[in-house]
Structures are given as C-alpha cells and as structure tokens.
C-alpha cells in the first residue's frame, strides 16, 4: 500500500510561528504530532523550510545578556560541558534551539576551550589537591589507586562539586603524584603465556587478555 502523501503547506504558518519560537526541529516534530496529529522527520521540516525560504535558526537566535552571562558562569567557574550547560539553560526556562547553536554563542562571545598556560597551571594544581584527597592519600590498599585512567576520569567527574577535568590531564598529573602505582597496574596487566598440549583442533579455546575466565579456573 502506498504511502499517504501529506501536503505540510497546510501547516506551513503554524510551523513557521514555532520557528520564530526558537522551538528545535526536533521540537516542532513532536508539537505537530500533538496539535494535528502527523508525522514529519526533521529532515522532510529541513526540506520544506527551505522550499518556504524561512528564516534559519541561526539568524533567529540571538541570547539575551542574561543567557550570555549564564554561559559564561557555567563555563568559567563550574567547568561543565557544552551539553550540560544546555541541559541547565533549559531547565531554568531558557528556549535553546540545539547544542550547536550554544557551541557558536559561546565561541562568539570568546569562551574557548583552549586555555592559557597560567590556566592550564591552576588547573593542575586543583587537580593535585583532588588527587591527594581521594587517591594517594588513601594509602597503598586505598581503591581508587588501582584505577587507570578511564575509570578515574568517571571517578572524578561525578564527585558532584561541579569541577570537570579531562582525562590527559588526569593521566599526566597521576604520572607525576603517583608512578609507582601506574607502574604497579602496567605490570599486572602483563599476563603470563602459557604452552599447552592438546589432544586436537579445537580442544581448548583461548581468550587473549581475558583474564576473569584464567582467574575462574585457577
């Protein structure tokens, strides 16, 4: 059967009203399926603002004082990401069509993700202070010095208190706080091979670097 073709220009001015909203494509999908009950993927809402000439969201947005002054706090003083700055804006009521349109307020507004060598050095030194209290002052049976450094980014960035470090700079100030443990890790990782003797093909598997199943059947 095919499908049924639907003639969007009848709700050309209803979407274009949402546009001037700010409202996401994704947005407007999902108000035209409430209000009217059809279906649109934002890619067919694309084609047919371009066919209509509307105007983009890039020329419709354009944040107020208050949205730039709160791009800035989250961005220079809570050190959070591009997406939870978002997540934050909306949540206090504030209309953002999309992440990438923030990405471009933000970078006009001079906030870049690139930092100065002073910043980078205080960055650091917070990140000594936090390593120090939660890993190698715990001593030598302290958990956290056994993980590497995927799991310590995780580790770290969900303490709650806002400070989002990346995982380079995690990596090289623990190099330097605490070698021995990286030391200690890189060589547990080292797994002995061993020679077998079998009776035929297929008669024992090998799972290389799997070493919960070698544990099991120690």
Not at 70 to 94: E, K, M, P, Q, V
Not at 172 to 196: C, F, H, N, T
Request: aromatic content about 8%; proline content about 4%.
């Amino acid at each position: 059967m095919a499908r049924l073709k639907i003639n969007y220009n009848c709700y050309q001015a209803h979407i274009l009203c949402l546009i001037g909203q700010q409202l996401s494509h994704d947005e407007i999908a999902k108000r035209l399926k409430q209000d009217f009950d059809v279906d649109i993927s934002p890619r067919t809402l694309r084609s047919r603002l371009s066919e209509w000439k509307a105007p983009s969201q890039r020329s419709i947005f354009d944040p107020s004082p208050q949205i730039k002054a709160l791009i800035a706090w989250f961005f220079c003083d809570i050190h959070t990401t591009d997406a939870n700055i978002l997540a934050n804006l909306r949540s206090l009521g504030y209309n953002i069509p999309n992440l990438r349109l923030l990405q471009q307020a933000r970078r006009a507004m001079g906030l870049r993700r690139r930092m100065l060598n002073s910043q980078v050095e205080l960055e650091k030194e917070q990140l000594r202070h936090i390593l120090k209290q939660h890993t190698v002052d715990k001593g030598p049976q302290g958990n956290t010095r056994s993980y590497g450094c995927r799991l310590l980014y995780t580790y770290l960035n969900s303490l709650g208190d806002g400070k989002k470090f990346s995982r380079n700079r995690i990596a090289s100030v623990m190099q330097e706080l605490d070698p021995e443990s990286i030391q200690r890790r890189w060589e547990e990782m080292k797994a002995a091979r061993g020679e077998y003797n079998i009776h035929g093909p297929n008669f024992v598997w090998s799972i290389d670097g799997y070493c919960k199943v070698s544990a099991a059947w120690t």
